[in-house]
């Protein structure tokens, strides 16, 4: 693809090994840091030290989500850490530093550093395809730990964004019945117009205690301790926010709710599928830019 040609892998679960061997399978030089224990294609070379690294790559390539304190990439196969100004320092302004969900504190660090950063979990093909593995996760674990079926249940979604759209339409299909929460008029007629029931926020709290699974994608707090208080005893509550969620988990244990913040899905449940979701979107990146 145009000029480039090689991609340093930073850090990050069994997605970025997937992405790494998904790379070297189409023919780029791939180098990888920050792993341990982890077997690689042949074509793949793994190295200990940052700067021979990331030294004379095109692309560097952070994890989803890149860091969880701000200061370290995300490296969950990993013994050391690894510094983001360390990796600045190590990086020159001609290579392209891809990562998700890179927050305010690492995009002011790359400007001090003069480093071209892009989050690709801005892009709109990455977070819709993301949903799926997500939604699917979400799937399993509810047949899982719920003592009936999903089919014939009664589920309730807070939210509709990506997760909830395709999670709505895959309880759907099982044969759940669906109701969605939604604040906006206009999501509220598209739940309704797919055949599930639409809750307005506002009614929210005269319907929570009716259902026997609770999946929220709100990542605000939406399950407060008026909300928890409503729902059901033996109903399963999975949160599939990112931080900081849209639980409140200690008033739920004291409840006696069994909730379950499933974070990260996609690298747990599909995480093959899940690294050439990223590579597919990188290499968009990449064609966009025209280099």
């Known amino acids: 693809m145009g000029n480039i040609k090689s991609f340093c892998i930073i850090g990050g679960d069994l997605r970025q090994v997937k992405l790494a061997n998904a790379l070297s399978h189409d023919g780029y030089r791939v180098n990888v840091i920050g792993f341990s224990g982890i077997e690689f294609s042949d074509t793949v070379t793994l190295y200990d030290d940052l700067e021979n690294a990331v030294t004379g790559v095109d692309v560097v390539i952070a ?117 969605v929460e939604a604040r906006k008029y206009e999501d509220l007629a598209w739940i309704n117009g797919f055949g599930y029931k639409p809750i307005p926020l506002k009614e929210i709290i005269d319907h929570i205690g009716n259902y026997h699974c609770i999946f929220n994608t709100v990542p605000s707090m939406i399950l407060d301790e008026n909300m928890l208080k409503k729902i059901d005893k033996d109903c399963l509550v999975i949160d599939l926010a990112s931080k900081p969620g849209g639980v409140d988990f200690e008033m739920a244990s004291n409840l006696g709710l069994k909730t379950i913040w499933a974070l990260s899905l996609p690298g747990k449940v599909a995480p093959e599928t899940a690294g050439e979701i990223i590579k597919h979107t990188v290499l968009n990146i990449i064609e966009e830019l025209g280099v």
């Open 63 to 179: 994890p989803l989500p890149c860091s969880v304190d701000g200061n370290t990439v995300n490296t969950f196969f990993y013994h050391k850490k690894i510094i983001f100004s360390d990796l600045f320092k190590a990086l020159s302004k001609n290579q392209i530093f891809l990562a998700g969900k890179i927050d305010e504190k690492i995009h002011n660090l790359a400007k001090v550093y003069n480093i071209y950063v892009i989050d690709y979990f801005d892009r709109e093909e990455m977070t819709v395809l993301n949903a799926i593995p997500t939604a699917e996760g979400a799937v399993q674990i509810a047949m899982e730990e719920m003592p009936i079926t999903l089919h014939n249940s009664d589920c309730l979604i807070l939210g509709f964004g990506r997760i909830g759209k395709m999670l709505a339409k895959m309880l759907n299909g099982i044969g759940a019945h669906v109701s």
